[in-house]
């Protein structure tokens, strides 16, 4: 890896580092969800990132993926356990990270259980390690917390403009034919931890969408309205996700929500439905990026 890359990558970390010091000092109960996201992925833009994908801010039994709509009128509830889980792109080259804060005085212990399960895989990370060994140690610390980890969602290797490259890194451990971190690679590992079930399932709601592949100026079954609005996607992100926010104001939300429609239909896009615990337990999340290379090792999104 080039130490140009490695600059963008550490660069990267850096603005995402400040959002999240961002989120801690904005998510308040009774702010509106659309406030705080706009809020941090205007701040993300102002440091010379991008998103690299629409700021989650997911509430209790909601471990993932609610980004608010355009017009979402939703606020953060008093009492509540909220996940902001927040990406930024520069030049492609990426960074993940996520806090979780409790408005109820009660999920303390279910935060500390994520965090400690993160701080203790960052800790055992090295050159070549099995992704199963950092499963294991996630899953051993959350458990002695008498939590679950979530089983069916983990961390991922990410690429230039790829925010899942390929590798998975587990929550659990048992996995027996396990991937190893050859270096250089850029990994996010990020620990679930509930008082439910210890698994997602898909819920309605679909608020993060990304292009499945190109799109060029001459699409058959799109109108040009349609295949200009999908070209500057294209353009913009790349396979990185989006959302109907940031497009709403330059088309208008029913074109943009209906062609998403069409183009789901299409496989030009894809959605990522909300994830909800399976038993509502409440659900905690702590999540850095780790750059790995052959003779040093930088958690890049705390770098701040
Ligand atoms: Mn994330
Ligand atoms: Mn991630």
Redesign the pocket.
């Known amino acids: 890896m080039m130490d140009t890359e490695v600059e963008l990558i550490r660069k990267a970390g850096r603005i995402a580092c400040e959002a999240k010091k961002k989120a801690k000092e904005t998510v308040k109960p009774g702010q509106r969800l659309l406030d705080i996201a706009q809020l941090i992925e205007s701040f993300i833009n102002s440091m010379g990132g991008q998103p690299a994908f629409p700021v989650n801010i997911s509430i209790n039994s909601e471990a993932a993926h609610y980004s608010p709509l355009a017009d979402d009128e939703k606020i953060v509830p008093e009492a509540s356990i909220v996940k902001v ?1 927040l ?1 930024v792109s520069v030049d492609g080259y990426l960074a ?3 806090i979780t804060i409790d408005f109820s005085g009660e999920y303390e212990d279910l935060i500390k259980a994520s965090e400690e399960a993160l701080n203790k895989a960052i800790e055992s990370v090295s050159p070549n390690i099995k992704t199963s060994l950092i499963g294991n140690i996630i899953e051993k610390t959350i458990k002695s917390y008498g939590y679950k980890p979530i089983r069916n969602l983990s ?2 290797s ?1 690429s230039r403009y790829v ?2 490259s390929g590798i998975s890194i587990p929550n659990v451990g048992g996995e027996i034919l396990s991937p190893t971190l050859k270096p250089p690679i850029l990994i ?1 590992i ?1 620990p679930f931890a509930t008082n439910g079930l210890g698994l997602v399932l898909e819920g309605k709601d679909k608020t993060i969408y990304s292009l499945t592949r190109q799109i060029g100026k001459k699409e058959k079954k799109f109108g040009e309205q349609e295949i200009d609005f999908l070209v500057e996607i294209f353009n913009e992100r790349k396979n990185l996700p989006f959302t109907e926010r940031w497009y709403a104001r330059k088309y208008s939300l029913d074109f943009v929500r209906q062609t998403l429609v069409k183009a789901e239909k299409q496989r030009v896009v894809t959605s990522y439905p909300v994830l909800i615990e399976s038993a509502n337990g409440a659900v905690s999340q702590a ?1 850095d ?1 780790v750059l790995i290379l052959d003779n040093d090792i930088v958690i890049t999104t705390r770098e701040c």
């Open positions: 889980d990406g993940d990270t996520a961390g991922h990410m925010l899942h996010a990020e999540e990026t």
